[in-house]
Nanobody, 126 residues
Framework: QLQLVESGGGLVQPGGTLRLSCAAS????????IGWFRQAPGKEREGVSC????????DYADSVKGRFTISRDNAKNTVYLQMNSLKPEDTAVYYC???????????????????WGQGTQVTVSS
């Protein structure tokens, strides 16, 4: 059973940066694709980014392309989400999720993922 724990959230001013971490335990981490999702109050959970398990291919939502970067360190069982040029509309609870097989655009569908962390709050405000 894979366990995921997010960290790194907080309060930041517009234009600022944060780096989120997703630490995994309990199973072989490099068997899994890892996705980042976010959910703002009153809104549906949306896919932010994903990194595949073998190819290392990355995907991003249009709203974060050029500002966010996902990466993974299999030796540390950790995936990172570097967030630059943050905007107030990036405010949400951010979750990481894991799934062994992710294909095409399904990366952004939360129903495709079996394992979830508890989330970390990101607030962008002046």
């Amino acid at each position: 059973q894979l366990q995921l724990v997010e960290s790194g959230g907080g309060l930041v001013q517009p234009g600022g940066t944060l780096r989120l971490s997703c630490a995994a335990s309990g199973s072989t981490f490099d068997y899994y694709a890892i996705g980042w999702f976010r959910q703002a109050p009153g809104k549906e959970r949306e896919g932010v980014s994903c990194i595949r398990r073998i190819s290392g291919r990355t995907d991003y939502a249009d709203s974060v392309k050029g500002r966010f970067t996902i990466s993974r360190d299999n030796a540390k069982n950790t995936v990172y989400l570097q967030m630059n040029s943050l905007k107030p509309e990036d405010t949400a609870v951010y979750y990481c999720a894991a799934e062994k097989s992710i294909f095409g655009s399904s990366w952004s569908n939360p129903l495709r993922y079996d394992y979830w962390g508890q989330g970390t709050q990101v607030t962008v405000s002046s």
